[in-house]
Every structure is written in structure tokens, then in C-alpha cells.
């Protein structure tokens, strides 16, 4: 039987179909009844890329495409199935053609790429509500709640921790995954979650005890407690710094002062009832000042000043060196003096209070706490001697108000004292007891003569004379 099937020129082509010889003659197709020699066709798999699945699940039928097969043939054809290399964690596997066949008119060619197992996804979330109170420990592990396992796994396979934003202030910190793992067959999808840092609220403060000081202590030399002890809302009883406002306390006076202060603390803590810290100061008494000292404890008299300085007055006072110094007004001989310029003593009495050497001054001394002193001290004054008294011995009567008249006024600390001047001839022309009377020239308001006179001074408490020339002398 012949058939026409292709163009005049095609070139002849042998196919083998079904145990008949099939040929191509010119342009006829010729088809002999003959039996065929047995050769087989080659058929060419390609396996799909991009095959796998993820760990832990089912492994998928895996699938290909075939080329070279002949008339009438499909898939139909082929038995058995692909396989890959054995493993179930994360990773590639090659396929190969495990029994895949497409019987015995067919030799495979076959081309393979790799099944790749990807890592399940495993939700790690972490639990909510994770806190602790400023200056605890973080706690030692981090809390969450896994799920997706595969393949029979559990938490056991975990390791490492979780981890939160580093911070030790009251607030919220994000908790990340740290070094948590589940190994290489997972992703982890992570639900994060803050752990909380709360505040320390204080509940009651605890004053500190009574602190006494001695009178005049400086201010930053009281050593008051540098804390104070409080309890917290936790029941927790802790030091906590304190600074202390000594505005109040004055060291200069005895007495018992209120001292507040101003807690310091981290801020981890609260103090939601504004606790103040109080503490009680006392200033103990001074001690009294001991005894008065002077500088001098004799003077000389000079007549002519309004007022000698005698001495310094110093008081012995071991705490203070501050003190009002004065004279017990009316007590023995301190009607003769005068406290100048805080702590200078002077002779000031206008009364010679002649013949009398030795004075007793009483001082009151008051310090700055308020104690007093009582206490008596010995002058002795000195007089110039007869002998060392300067006596004038020349005058010139007038009004000019220079050496117009003739005295010996040192002789007013003396009693007893007599002053008298006479002529060349013996007549008298001055007399007086009193030392602070001078003559002027004159007898009973007439000028005596220029010319040379006698004087003598008596002075009865100590028993001498004294006597000289005197002259007068025309302006």
C-alpha cells in the first residue's frame, strides 16, 4: 500500500514504528511488512527547577518534562517515579531518576538539579508583663512561648537567650531575641514585647538622732549623717543620700535648731509624698570666758592730757575672742576710767585724786552666748619725783597766753602740796595749796618789778623740798 506523504526532494528517512519498516522513496511513503531490527529511541527527562518544600513537611511528587518521545506516546508511558537523596534538615538534595522508566523502546537521558528543604518558620513570642524594680537583678531568663515545630522538636532544641535594650532606668525596654536559636532548620518570626523597669516609691522616712555641737563649731565642720534610712513600697529598708540646709542653725548661740534636708536618689526612685528629712541640732553653752588680761598693769601720770591710755585689755576665752567689754558702773575706782574703742582702757579723771597710787578696776565682760565676767584688776600709778618734776624758771608776764604765768601742775597727784614765791627780800608775794593755781607776775593785781624772785615747793605726803629761782622778764 503506498501513500503520498512528503515533497518530491525531502531526503529519505528511516523510522522505526511498531515492528514495520517505514521508508521514503522520492515522494512516496513506503511501508514493507517486514519485521524491524530492534534500536532504541533516546527520550531525554528534564527534571523541574525549583523544587522543595519546607522542613518538616511532606516530601511533593516531583515532576519533569520528557522530550524524544514517539507518535502516539505520552506520559503514559512511564512507570516508577523520581527520587532525591535521603536527608530532612534544611538544605539541597539532588533528584535522580530513582525507577523512573519509560520502557523498553526508550533510552533515558536524564538531566537532574537539586530539591532544596527551606527552613520552617517558628513564632517566637515573648510573654508580656516582664518587669522588675529599679536596683534588683534582671531575672535569669527572659520568658516567651514557642510554636511550629516540625518533625517531633521541641524547646529542647532551643539555645541561647533573650535579650532586652540595655537600660537601668524606670522604663519600658524592648526584649529582642539575642542569641535565641532553633538551629539552622528554622526562621524565627519574632513577637517582641517590653520588660519594665518600676519605680521605687519611698513609704516612710527615719529621721536621725539628735546631733549636739559645741558653741562657735563651724558650720562645715558638724558632721551630720550622709544618709538617711526610708521604706520603699516593697517593704525594702535602704540608706539614701541626703543633703542638709544648715541655714538655720546659728553655732553662736546656744539652743536647739531644726535642720530639714533634700533626699537624693537615683531616678529609680519616687517620693510621691514629698518626705522631707529633719534633723535636731543643739548647740551646747559656751563656756564662760576665764580672766582679763592687760597689757600694762601700770601707768605714769601726766598732767595736761585729757586722757592716758593705760592698756589693751585681751580676755582669755578658749572658744571665742569676740567680747563687749566694760566697767561695772560706780564699783570701786572705775569712775577714773573709760573703755575707748572696744578694748582700750584710759585714765580720764579730771580729779588728780592726789596721793593715791594704786586703783582697783572692776571689768564686766559679756561673750556672745550671754555668760558674763566679773573680774578685778590692780592699777598702779606712777607720779614724776620732786626731783624730776620740771619747774619754769622764767616767766613773761602777758596776755599772749605764752609763759605768761608760773605752776608746777604735776604736783596736783600729791597731797600736802605748797607752793610759794618770795622777793630778794623775803617778802612773800605768792602762796597756794593748790597745785592747779600758777602766778601771773602780780601782788594783789599789781605787776611786780622785773627782775629775780625765789620759789619753794612743800609737799607734805612724802617730806621734801624743793626751791629755785624765778624770773621775770618784760614781754
Not at 534588683?136 to 532551643?158: K, T
Request: negative net charge; proline residues 4%.
Amino acid at each position: 500500500m503506498f501513500h503520498q506523504l512528503v515533497n518530491h526532494n525531502e531526503d529519505l528517512r528511516r523510522l522505526v514504528v511498531k515492528g514495520y519498516a517505514i521508508s521514503f522513496d522520492s515522494n512516496y511513503l513506503v511501508i514493507c511488512d517486514i519485521p524491524y531490527l530492534d534500536e532504541k529511541k533516546n527520550l531525554q527527562i528534564i527534571v523541574d527547577a525549583n523544587q522543595g518544600k519546607l522542613y518538616g513537611a511532606a516530601d511533593p511528587v516531583l515532576i519533569y518534562s520528557a522530550t524524544g518521545l514517539e507518535a502516539g506516546d505520552d506520559k503514559k508511558v512511564f512507570t516508577g517515579a523520581l527520587s532525591r537523596a535521603a536527608g530532612e534538615n534544611v538544605g539541597t538534595y539532588a533528584i535522580i531518576q530513582g525507577n523512573l522508566s519509560a520502557g523498553n523502546n526508550y533510552n533515558i537521558s536524564f538531566t537532574s538539579v537539586d530539591f532544596e528543604i527551606g527552613r520552617k518558620t517558628l513564632t517566637i513570642k515573648v510573654n508580656e508583663g516582664q518587669q522588675k524594680y529599679f536596683s534588683e537583678s534582671d531575672p535569669m531568663v527572659l520568658s516567651y512561648i514557642a510554636s511550629g515545630f516540625a518533625n517531633g522538636d521541641n524547646r529542647e532544641i532551643m539555645t541561647g537567650t533573650l535579650q532586652r535594650v540595655v537600660g537601668e532606668a524606670p522604663g519600658n525596654y524592648a526584649i529582642q531575641l539575642g542569641t535565641l536559636s532553633a538551629g539552622n532548620n528554622y526562621e524565627i518570626a519574632f513577637l517582641t514585647a517590653d520588660f519594665t523597669i518600676v519605680v521605687v516609691r519611698i513609704a516612710e522616712i527615719f529621721n536621725p538622732e539628735t546631733v549636739s555641737v559645741d558653741w562657735g563649731t563651724d558650720k562645715a565642720a558638724i558632721l551630720l549623717p550622709e544618709t538617711v534610712m526610708v521604706r520603699t513600697d516593697r517593704s525594702e529598708f535602704i540608706n539614701l543620700p541626703v543633703v542638709w540646709d544648715m541655714a538655720t542653725v546659728n553655732t553662736l548661740e546656744r539652743g536647739t535648731y531644726l535642720v530639714t534636708g533634700e533626699l537624693k536618689f537615683a531616678a529609680g526612685y519616687e517620693n510621691p509624698d514629698g518626705f522631707v528629712p529633719q534633723i535636731e541640732v543643739t548647740v551646747l553653752p559656751k563656756q564662760a570666758p576665764v580672766r582679763v588680761n592687760l597689757s600694762h598693769y601700770e601707768f605714769t601720770a601726766e598732767a595736761g592730757k585729757e586722757a592716758i591710755l593705760i592698756a589693751e585689755i585681751s580676755v582669755v576665752d578658749p572658744v571665742d575672742n569676740i567680747h563687749e567689754i566694760t566697767l561695772i558702773d560706780g564699783d570701786r575706782d572705775n569712775g577714773y576710767f573709760e573703755i575707748r574703742n572696744g578694748n582700750q582702757l584710759y585714765w580720764v579723771s579730771p580729779d588728780p585724786v592726789a596721793g593715791k597710787t594704786e586703783f582697783f578696776v572692776n571689768f564686766l565682760i559679756l561673750d556672745r552666748d550671754g555668760n558674763t565676767l566679773e573680774f578685778l584688776e590692780k592699777l598702779t600709778r606712777h607720779r614724776k619725783s620732786i626731783t624730776e618734776l620740771f619747774v619754769g624758771n622764767t616767766i613773761t608776764p602777758g596776755t599772749d597766753g605764752f609763759n605768761d604765768g608760773w605752776g608746777v601742775p604735776d604736783l596736783k597727784y600729791y597731797e600736802g602740796v605748797r607752793l610759794q614765791i618770795f622777793d630778794r627780800g623775803g617778802q612773800r608775794l605768792f602762796y597756794t595749796l593748790d597745785p592747779g593755781v600758777r602766778w601771773d607776775a602780780t601782788v594783789n593785781g599789781n605787776a611786780v618789778p622785773v627782775g629775780t624772785y625765789y620759789w619753794t615747793i612743800e609737799v607734805v605726803e612724802t617730806g621734801e623740798t624743793r626751791k629755785g629761782l624765778l624770773y621775770v622778764l618784760q614781754k
